[in-house]
């Protein structure tokens, strides 16, 4: 039974006792009618929560047969005030009581709690930072998990929605889901819902649905866990231009409406902490602001870790499904293999730099193109290219996507647009590209990294050009 329903269970119990202080001040009076309507409220109440419990807990279930056994006395009493002659009120009382506190011990003992959780991720690609704890959560026997994906939209440039979308369908065949619409939040209650998009409405991009944002899903739970969806270089705490640039992960609706707020180390907590502590000073969030209640944020925000870096650290090679389209790219002639270098195109880098970055895009393939026969090409841009520049570089979008176009067809290069990142950073032995939150996982295994220059082009700069 879930701890919610099993807390609702103790009320009636508790309240049931109190009744029978009222019987017996009622008898006792000779105020018999008094008495009977309050062992007819107990009677009903004992057989509704005996049909809760039923309904939970199955059929035979013991305390349903203590609950009738108090239902049992309760007709005794009845049949005895009923008489009204020689009514003994502590007599009534006393056999009430010894079948009540036998109901009342099996509720606190024999129900056990269940906790239901339930994970909302959005997009395939990110379920990595949630599934570490969903498998923990999973194996718990006193837990039931489900994992609900959820749709989401694109953005025109004036905020509107766009197209829906649902990734439901590309998750480990590991994973059970559970349809979004199948799930009944404001019946169910879950004790605890587990979210890795923290932008609600404040997204220029893209929006879940609305039904999900932070704010409204506080609504439903005691417990709402914001998990970010990626890891970032570690910030320097007494460094005030990088504690700037902090703000734009922490003050987002997730952080604000979270009962915890799970981040990937202690230092990045300490980030956190500071940060909301001076936001929450000067804005009207309803949550404590000044120095003396930094102790709300120290509580709600756990640096342990993120599921991110659990995932690619458990990821091995040997359990990968390696597509015999990209074995053919990666095997040499004598059937040897190829370095794999994943290269990797970041949404911040493509919107800074517009057409160069195409440029060296090219000119990356170039260079990769004339050393095929040595090297294999992973390319795996963010999942999150198509929906930012179609919306935000309309003109840039039509040109990236013919070089996608260009590339795929020419067959020479792997690319990977699957939800599934760790599986690219086992294989390759080194990384090319952005910074990004690529970078700190590749760098947990402990593979080189490269950070590509958009300025060099050719193997020169623009410097050496002129």
Known sequence: ??????????????????????????????????????????????????????????????????????????????TEISRIKGVNASRVCKNLHKAWIKAANSVKHDIKVRVEAVFLPYKASMWDSLESVWKAADEDPDCDAYVIPIPYYDKNPDGSFREMHYEGDQYPEYVPITWYEDYNFAERQPDMIFIHNPYDECNYVTSVHPFFYARNLKLFTECLVYIPYYIIGEPELENKKSMEGMAHFCTVPGVIYADRVIVQSENMRQAYIQVMTEFAAGENTGRPGDKAAGKYWE??????????????????????????????????????????????????????????????????????????????????????????????????????????????????????????????????DAYYGDWSSVVQLCQKKEIPVMIQNVEMINGMTEGDKE
Not at 368 to 375: G, I
């Open 1 to 78: 039974m879930k701890k919610a329903h099993k807390h609702q269970a103790e009320q009636i119990i508790r309240l049931l006792d109190n009744v029978h202080d009222g019987i017996k001040h009622a008898i006792e009076k000779g105020q018999y009618k008094n008495a009977l309507d309050l062992l007819s409220q107990c009677q009903e109440s004992a057989i509704e929560l005996g049909e809760t419990i039923e309904a939970v807990e199955g059929e035979g279930f013991v305390t349903v047969s203590y609950l009738e056994d108090y239902c049992e006395a309760v007709y005794q009493a009845y």
């Open 299 to 428: 509580n709600k925000i756990l640096g342990i870790g993120s599921p991110k870096v659990d995932k690619v650290l458990s990821t091995k090679k040997e359990d990968l499904k390696i597509p015999e389209g990209w074995m053919k790219i990666i095997r040499k002639e004598d059937g040897s293999r190829k370095k794999i270098i994943f290269y990797n195109n970041s949404v911040t880098a493509l919107l800074e730099h517009n057409e160069k970055m195409l440029q060296k895009m090219r000119d990356v393939f170039r260079a990769f193109y004339e050393n095929r026969d040595e090297v294999a090409l992973l390319w795996r841009p963010h999942p999150l290219i198509k929906a930012t520049i179609e919306s935000m570089r309309p003109r840039l979008w039509e040109e990236y996507k013919e070089i996608v176009r260009e590339y795929r067809e020419a067959g020479w290069g792997i690319y990977d647009d699957t939800a599934d990142l760790d599986r690219a950073i086992e294989v390759a």
